[in-house]
């Protein structure tokens, strides 16, 4: 991965040349006759020559900027149509149900729903909820695997100006009750492969209702059988539904819960809009594209800018019930997928598939994957082994507004922003302190701008009257609160707080770094996670490898400590050992590695550092192999007699 920081030599005279060629012709053309023409031409010169890297960032970007603005300007006029005749996701879907009622909506194994049918079951749907008395404003929890029948119920309900909560169907116990809780939700949608894990909560003081694609083996105490109501259910036609607006909330989506209990982020129907027609419209997608979705339906890039492609563009999406590496490329051939979706580690388990389980990688008809968190270091092998002609990484938070794109196939970047038009987007790289994330204020009180090469915060403009640039924040007041910078660039002005490092290159091209708080700092200088995984990354093939940072008694700082996962123990210590030593300088270098069988993880593959990070090294509590870095530089296994140096500060660090 390349980040261009200055124009090497090479580059400088080719684009002063060019300078002067483009003035000798506006000076033989408009210039010749004028004495004051030319010395202005001579002026403008002379500041161009002077500093070219702005006119070679113009030069090389013009045409990728045009397309971007293109992209950008049908994306806003679509957003602001849908918003002033106060449009909702249900209006949308309609619209698309009567163009063409028997294509296929959504398309799971051997179950499908046409667009017509689909449409009937949410009507049905919002029916039934609106004969058991729910109204606008309620909100629905609803826990459920994917299914093709899982966006109708909360698209019914939304006709109804009904909130569905969609809860993380691998939540157990008190993260669950606590999901549950948060929403304050007046009723719980249950499928029936997960109505055993309500019987191990408390009694919950509201409606229950399971679902089954089959006939009920058995209810929950108290629950009615919804699957079986919905069957004698008269549709109830959007026309006749409660009046609703593009800017009423639409869904709860919770955030991963990597650092936490999960939040319950607000989605409007048009900031549902923005997501999915987003990356629709700037990654030149059509309603004739096949979309293959393995993703949860509770997250947003599964649930919102996947199923969005259906219920907004007319796409047949194709779900599956869980990612698996070895089907993956054998659904997208079967089922004539076009367009792909992945998210975090995605990429990388398709990656560390063995060729011999992938006969079917050459045979594809994948135009474009797009997603977000295809990691730098994997990116032109994953394009070149699979034969993948774009791909489109997004940038961006379920509660967020600090959106990007990346629509050029520019290896490593989450997206860009034209370099003469970053007033035009909200969205800046603010100076921190790369250890607490708090933006730096120079005298006046104001945060300060990087400059290109600089790690900084990236944040995102609010302004509640465009679509692109609002924050809904979470159903917790307070939590929203948090997530806002108040007088940043002048008195007033408001802005998301992102939480992430970013760096941009002279051509205005976005990288992302590290997430606040993962950053430690270690013999003076401070060390960045990300590219210390990297590394380790390259040296032991693909497995998963996450980096934090460990307190030690007595010595200021945190030591890094990797972890990896390694079932069979074949990782090569003192193979690993060298490749640190070459590539780390010795700050960076993790003192410990512990090799575990599995990363604890959200559902949507982010890898939970926080809990490795509590744990520690000490040998006595944790079984897994811990090793320690010796002063020849080799990793050796940790022992009680070093635990008990480190401990009392005599181990000479």
Known sequence: MEILLELNLKQKLATRLGILLAGLIVFGLFCSDSALASLTLGALLALMLRNP????????????????????????????????????????FQEQAFKHPEKICFLMGDRQLSFAQALRLSEQVAGYFQQRGLQRGDCVALLMETRVEYPCIWLGLSQLGVVTALINSNLRGDSLLHCIRVSKACALIVGCELSDVLQSLPILELSIYQYSDVDLPALLPGATDLRGALTAQEPLPLSRSPQCNARDKLLYVYTSGTTGLPKAAVITNLRFLLMSAGAFYMLRMNSDDVIYNPLPLYHTAGGIV???????????????????????????????????????????????????????????????MYGNGLRPQIWAQFVTRFGIPHIGEIYGATEGNSNLINITNRIGAIGFVPVFGRSLYPVQILRCDELTGEPLRNAKGHCMRCTPGEVGLLVGQVNARRAISA?????????????????????????????DMVVCDILGYFYFKDRTGDTFRWRGENVA????????????????????????????????MAAIVDPLRKVDMEYLSIGIRGSLPPYARPLFIRLLDEIPRTATFKLKKRELALEGYNPELIRDPIYFLNRDGIYRQLNREQYALLQSGTAGL
């Open 53 to 92: 890297t702005n006119i070679f960032a113009f030069v090389m970007t013009c045409h990728r900027d045009i397309i971007a603005f293109q992209r950008f300007v049908a994306l806003n006029f679509y957003l602001l149509r849908k918003d002033r005749k106060g449009c909702t996701v249900a209006h949308c």
């Open 306 to 368: 996947g199923v969005g492609n259906a219920l907004l563009n007319g796409c047949t999406v194709v779900l599956r019930k869980k990612f698996s590496a070895s089907n993956f490329w054998s659904d997208c051939s079967q089922y004539n997928c076009t367009v792909a979706q992945y998210i975090g580690e995605l990429c990388r388990y398709l990656l560390a598939t063995p060729y011999k389980h992938a006969p079917q990688e050459p045979l594809h008809q994948l135009r474009l």
């Open 529 to 560: 996670t990300q590219e210390v995984e990297a590394i380790i990354t390259n040296c032991i093939g693909l497995s998963d490898c996450v980096v934090y940072g460990v307190q030690i008694p007595h010595v200021e700082g945190k030591a890094g």
């Open 471 to 499: 924050f809904h924040g979470y159903a917790d007041k307070t939590a929203s609160e948090q997530k806002l910078l108040r007088g940043v660039f002048k008195p007033g002005d408001c802005y998301f707080n992102s939480g």
